[in-house]
């Protein structure tokens, strides 16, 4: 079973949809959460971290679900512009792994 | 925020010459930082973790005498690969890690052999 695991997707929208992605983890010592965003041929840039009582940032929601070691990342009223790759990153012990990405269309 | 600068952005060369490649953090001490390697439509697949003043850590499967990292100081690491063949080409990205645990990326380096 592989560290962190996303379903990679593509997942394939409209415009103004909501979507979530889920992310798995295996390691329960795990300390910390992210959503990076990475464009074709570009680095992952944070989206945001992920905290127990989760966060939101506009229409962005992440939650963290440790008992289940799973986060989540809803993004509401999808634009074209979040056309990406959603990676899930986990922080062990100043150790970084990576899920190996979803992959978002968003239509017109 | 905190800013990774990674050096070059793209390079091509021949065949079984050596490229280095440099990634600075700018305005923290990064006592960690990862290597990763990018293959087309692939995900981002760690290479080897980099502490400062001790030997890198490498991933299995990835050759320590043909990827040599240095890390000698607080802010800086460096890749070197070595002979590269055309199967190294790829896309190499370092990240620092800072105090607070976020990871912040370098630009990425887009390498070709030819």
């Known amino acids: 079973r592989k560290e962190v695991e996303q379903d990679p997707g593509p997942f394939n929208v409209p415009e103004g949809a909501t979507v979530a992605f889920n992310c798995t983890y295996s390691n329960s010592a795990s300390q910390s959460f992210f959503w990076y965003r990475q464009d074709c041929r570009k680095e992952p840039k944070l989206l945001m971290s992920?905290?127990?009582s989760g966060n939101e940032d506009g229409r962005f929601t992440a939650q963290l679900n440790r008992a289940s070691q799973y986060i989540s990342l809803l993004i509401r009223d999808s634009k074209l512009s979040d056309s990406a790759t959603y990676l899930c990153v986990v922080n062990t012990r100043r150790m970084l792994t990576f899920g190996g990405g979803t992959r978002l269309m968003v239509k017109p | 925020g905190a800013v990774v600068s990674q050096h070059p952005s793209w390079v091509i060369c021949k065949s079984g010459t050596s490229v280095k490649i440099e990634c600075r953090s700018l305005?923290?001490?990064?006592?960690?930082m990862f290597w990763y390697r990018q293959f087309p439509k692939q995900s981002l697949m760690l290479m080897a973790t980099s502490n400062e003043g001790s030997k890198a850590t490498y991933e299995q499967g990835v050759e320590k005498d043909k990827f040599l990292i240095n890390h000698a100081s607080l802010t800086l690491s460096t890749l070197t690969v070595t002979s590269a063949h055309p199967e190294d080409s790829s896309f190499y990205i370092c990240?620092?890690?800072?105090?607070?645990?976020?990871?912040?990326f370098g630009q990425g380096t887009r390498l070709t052999v030819v």
């Open positions: 992920v905290y127990s």
């Open positions: 305005d923290f001490q990064a006592t960690t």
């Open positions: 990240s620092a890690l800072a105090e607070n645990t976020e990871a912040f």
